[in-house]
């Protein structure tokens, strides 16, 4: 297994608090993902890196930054939190091997709003 | 744009069926095609994958061909079990990229 950590595993949040959500590799690869999975909507990227403090957003990036100051670590912040960002969040990580980009996910991060 | 259509379910077999999931794709260029698989309370995990067209990716009895003219690269399954109940999701990245587009998912229950 790729080794992909993220902290915390489960969090409660009040809204209009901010909340970081952590993820590491020890696998040394160039790119990173937040995605957010939600029942009837899939899975849907936040926002991705390309490198070291090279970010982007996704396709649902509103309420959402990032920041990645090391290959190893990928911190997503709501900074402010609201109901709507209720979700199971998932880190992924991806490189160029064996001809594909193929994507190695986290175990995820179940976050509720209140 | 890219974009990946699977099959809706959820799919519900009896252990021993043959498995089979629909996926087509709309891409420019040559993209890479794969089979991931979410179980319960965990993320999602490579099943299977082809990076060219007529390749055949396999593992854990399951098996999906690239398929360029038909613009398809379904999951089959010979003989399901009650371990394979889980969402499995079609994807894709695109020639050169690093980005992966996903199918909606398709939950499958499998029963004893």
């Known amino acids: 297994d790729a080794g992909i950590t993220q902290s915390p595993r489960h969090k409660v949040t009040e809204t209009g608090t901010p909340v970081t959500l952590r993820c590491h590799q020890t696998?040394?690869?160039?790119?990173m993902y937040w995605y957010r999975q939600d029942p009837g909507h899939g899975l849907r990227l936040i926002h991705y890196?390309?490198?070291?403090?090279?970010?982007d957003k996704g396709e649902v990036s509103d309420g959402y930054s990032v920041s990645r100051s090391k290959t190893e670590d990928f911190l997503l912040t709501l900074e402010s939190a609201t109901s709507s960002q209720t979700s199971v969040y998932f880190c992924?990580?991806?490189?160029?091997?064996?001809?594909?980009?193929?994507?190695?996910f986290g175990p995820g991060t179940r976050l509720t709003v209140t | 744009g890219n974009s990946v259509t699977q099959m809706e379910g959820p799919v519900t077999l009896s252990e021993e069926a043959f498995l089979t999931i629909n996926c087509t794709y709309t891409?420019?260029?040559?993209?890479?095609l794969f089979w991931y698989v979410q179980y319960p309370g965990e993320g999602l995990q490579l099943l299977l994958k082809a990076t060219k067209a007529d390749d055949k990716g396999s593992n854990k009895g399951f098996e999906a061909t690239y398929r360029k003219e038909t613009t398809s690269f379904h999951l089959e399954k010979g003989s399901v079990q009650v371990s394979d109940s889980a969402v499995y999701f079609c994807?894709?990245?695109?020639?050169?990229?690093?980005?992966?587009?996903f199918g909606a998912g398709t939950r499958l229950f499998v029963k004893a």
């Open positions: 696998e040394n690869h160039r790119y």
């Open positions: 891409a420019t260029g040559y993209p890479s």
């Open positions: 890196s390309y490198g070291v403090k090279d970010t």
């Open positions: 992924a990580i991806s490189d160029y091997r064996q001809d594909s980009y193929e994507q190695y």
């Open positions: 994807a894709l990245t695109n020639t050169g990229g690093f980005k992966t587009i």
